[in-house]
T-cell receptor, first 113, second 115 residues
Framework: GDSVTQMEGPVTLSEEAFLTINCTYT??????LFWYVQYPGEGLQLLLKATKADDKGSNKGFEATYRKETTSFHLEKGSVQVSDSAVYFC????????????FGSGTQLTVLP | KAGVTQTPRYLIKTRGQQVTLSCSPISGHRSVSWYQQTPGQGLQFLFE???????NKGNFPGRFSGRQFSNSRSEMNVSTLELGDSALYLC??????????????FGEGSWLTVV
């Protein structure tokens, strides 16, 4: 079945450091890929998405590129801020749909001033 | 446009009781899905509803059920509660069709504690 593997956390960085959170997936067909962020005590917020190979999703300085050849969708940000501290989830929607998302285990990011 | 609204936000129930959680989707969104989030199992898909019909169901026992009304609002019910049902229950809605049909938007969730 479909699965998403995320980089183990927690990740602790200093402000303005470069961030990479690795995400790889296993799926049949051509899934859509998503990154969601969850702040303490809140639900999930869509951060960015990509629907086909080589698409780059971007939002709020975060980027991720859909790499079909390596089945990856790594999240990057050039300069993190304290306000980026949250849990980040990689997810896939089978067959390009979001009808049923499969999530990774989440990566806790803490950014220190 | 208002986001996905879930009620109640927090509740405590006793083992063996049942619970009903409510979700109002984003205006114009006709598909509603539910997810369970626990520290041990992470985020797991429960079910999806569209046009008052369950379209898809995850691997949960029959104690977990849901329904959708003609105005797209949805409820989920858990009967005979167990301690392991303690979780954050997230509702999500999406447009169907169009370029945004493959993006779902989540509510803030209902925190259920079973004691």
């Amino acid at each position: 079945g479909d699965s998403v593997t995320q980089m183990e956390g927690p990740v602790t960085l200093s402000e303005e450091a470069f961030l990479t959170i690795n995400c790889t997936y296993t799926a049949t067909g051509y899934p859509s890929l998503f990154w969601y962020v969850q702040y303490p005590g809140e639900g999930l917020q869509l951060l960015l998405k990509a629907t086909k190979a080589d698409d780059k999703g971007s939002n709020k300085g975060f980027e991720a590129t859909y790499r079909k050849e390596t089945t990856s969708f790594h999240l990057e940000k050039g300069s993190v801020q304290v306000s980026d501290s949250a849990v980040y989830f990689c997810a896939l929607g089978a067959g390009g749909s979001a009808r049923q998302l499969t999530f990774g285990s989440g990566t806790q990011l803490t950014v220190l001033p | 446009k208002a986001g996905v609204t879930q009620t109640p936000r927090y509740l405590i129930k006793t083992r063996g009781q049942q619970v009903t959680l409510s979700c109002s989707p984003i205006s114009g969104h006709r598909s509603v899905s539910w997810y369970q989030q626990t520290p041990g199992q992470g985020l797991q898909f429960l079910f999806e509803y569209f046009s008052e019909t369950q379209r898809n169901k995850g691997n949960f026992p029959g104690r977990f059920s849901g329904r959708q009304f003609s105005n797209s609002r949805s409820e989920m019910n858990v009967s005979t509660l167990e301690l392991g049902d303690s979780a954050l229950y997230l509702c999500a809605s999406r447009e169907t069709g169009g370029s945004n049909g493959n993006t779902i938007y989540f509510g803030e969730g209902s925190w259920l504690t079973v004691v």
